[in-house]
């Protein structure tokens, strides 16, 4: 017998071939899935079976007459139920396409709100057109280097670059020039300072602002 998952309660009726006394007719059955212990029922001749799990259920019933003994081959019914659509093997399936999907949207978010702090990061520390650090780090970066070089007892030196007459290169060729002129020199600038770097010491350039650098 093949029941349906939102089955809940399953009845059956039974009758025994007893010409003489019907009435007297008894009837128990098992679950032997559940319990090898008949439960009697006495003259009543319904099975009522309710929240059956999901798979397959063997029901057995005997028969007694009123002065007879239980039957020794008792009938034997398969009961079928299907499971739940949400434990199906689709819907399992979604869940998990549900979870990694999930899982991919909170990557992705973390991805995103860790690209809008650097991004934010950036706009605050660094300089949108050469891509140095910018006066408020530079300011930052001195600080500290003032304090470690006071509590280590160390020199700390800084160099002070101004172009002289960038002002003359934008009125003349314009700004879009001037720009790529300040990005070349803290081109040049960068390689200088590589070539000197040392695990002993550090070295940080920045742009403090207009055509003013700072070592």
């Known amino acids: 017998i ?17 010409f003489i006394s019907p009435a007297h007719n008894r009837l128990s059955y098992r679950l032997p899935n559940f319990s090898d212990r008949w439960i009697d029922l006495g003259t009543d001749h319904n099975v009522t079976l309710t929240n059956l799990g999901a798979g397959d259920h063997v029901l057995e019933v ?4 009123d002065d007879s003994a239980w039957g020794t081959s008792p009938l034997r019914i398969t ?22 999907a999930l899982v991919a949207a909170a990557g992705r978010m973390r991805m995103r709100r860790r690209a809008r ?8 520390y660094y300089d949108p057109l050469t891509g140095l650090p910018n006066r408020q780090q530079c ?13 280590a007892r160390e020199t700390v030196s800084f160099v002070y670059l101004d172009l002289n007459g960038f002002k ?13 002129v300040l990005r070349i020199v803290a081109q040049k600038l960068t390689q200088g300072i590589a070539a000197h770097q040392a695990s002993d010491n550090q070295i940080i350039l920045s742009r403090f602002g207009g055509d003013e650098f700072v070592v």
């Open 79 to 100: 009961i079928q139920r299907d499971a739940p659509l949400w434990v199906s093997l689709p819907a399992e399936l979604a869940y998990l396409i549900l979870i990694l």
């Open 117 to 124: 702090a650097e991004h934010i990061k950036r706009l605050a």
């Open 168 to 180: 003359r290169i934008n009125d003349t060729f314009g700004h879009t020039v001037g720009d790529e």
């Open 2 to 18: 093949h029941v349906h998952a939102n089955a809940r309660i399953i009845t059956f009726e039974f009758a025994a071939l007893d």
């Open 139 to 151: 300011l930052d970066a001195a600080g500290e280097m003032i304090s470690h070089a006071a509590a």
């Open 62 to 65: 005997r028969a007694a007459s």
